[in-house]
T-cell receptor, first 115, second 112 residues
Framework: ETGVTQTPRHLVMGMTNKKSLKCEQH?????MYWYKQSAKKPLELMFV???????ENNSVPSRFSPECPNSSHLFLHLHTLQPEDSALYLC??????????????FGSGTQLSVL | QQQVKQSPQSLIVQKGGISIINCAYE??????FPWYQQFPGKGPALLIA?????SEKKEGRFTISFNKSAKQFSLHIMDSQPGDSATYFC???????????FGTGTSLTVIP
């Protein structure tokens, strides 16, 4: 295991639902990330938190709302999603943001389907 | 604009053969080039990485070849095995910040 745990593994939700994705890392890292993985597309960086502070928001729609209560936990709150938001959502961590030889440790992802 | 272009999209190789995946980039500020391996149902995991001060890096059966002038780098998997069947992503990162730019991935199938 990578030390990054994501729950749930699978999620099916309607467009009017509200749900949350959870990520927990046991590596003592200070940076955490949300990526979106869609078929035949590059991994898309959504949000970055460094020492619990959000440092990157790559023009993500407001229907995605991140929360980082501490350096070990990261949430992605979802509401009024669209079918095109169906994808694999990956959480990752690294010791800290800003060092270019940092290795990203990914969780196994949450496969989200929006009906 | 796609920062890192990866090819081929899919690749089928016989066991024992050489698998080659290519990536190209434009941004000369990139100075770190990792490759990630992803098995079904798992997140990507770092496989091997290179910096532009060397032209080649080898770790076991995996080799990165780097051509700075052409702004291209490639992953070679020697003696490919069925257990290597996975999706491979190249990536690039600049020397400031840590925004990783990923390729679109290559699905490798190694036939026994």
């Amino acid at each position: 295991e990578t030390g990054v745990t994501q729950t749930p593994r699978h999620l099916v939700m309607g467009m009017t639902n509200k749900k949350s994705l959870k990520c927990e890392q046991h590596l003592g890292h200070n940076a955490m990330y949300w990526y979106k993985q869609s078929a035949k597309k590059p991994l898309e960086l959504m949000f970055v938190y460094n020492f619990k502070e959000q440092t990157e928001n790559n023009s993500v729609p407001s229907r995605f709302s991140p929360e980082c209560p501490n350096s070990s936990h990261l949430f992605l709150h979802l509401h009024t999603l669209q079918p095109e938001d169906s994808a694999l959502y990956l959480c990752a961590s690294s010791p800290r943001q800003g060092a270019t030889n940092e290795k990203l440790f990914f969780g196994s992802g949450t496969q989200l389907s929006v009906l | 604009q796609q920062q890192v272009k990866q090819s081929p999209q899919s690749l089928i190789v016989q066991k024992g053969g050489i698998s080659i995946i290519n990536c190209a980039y434009e941004n000369t500020a990139f100075d770190y080039f990792p490759w990630y391996q992803q098995f079904p149902g798992k997140g990507p995991a770092l496989l091997i990485a290179i910096r532009p001060d060397v032209s080649e890096k080898k770790e076991g059966r995996f080799t990165i070849s780097f051509n700075k002038s052409a702004k291209q780098f490639s992953l070679h998997i020697m003696d490919s095995q069925p257990g290597d069947s996975a999706t491979y992503f190249c990536a690039a990162a600049p020397n400031t910040g840590n925004q990783f730019y990923f390729g679109t991935g290559t699905s490798l199938t190694v036939i026994p």
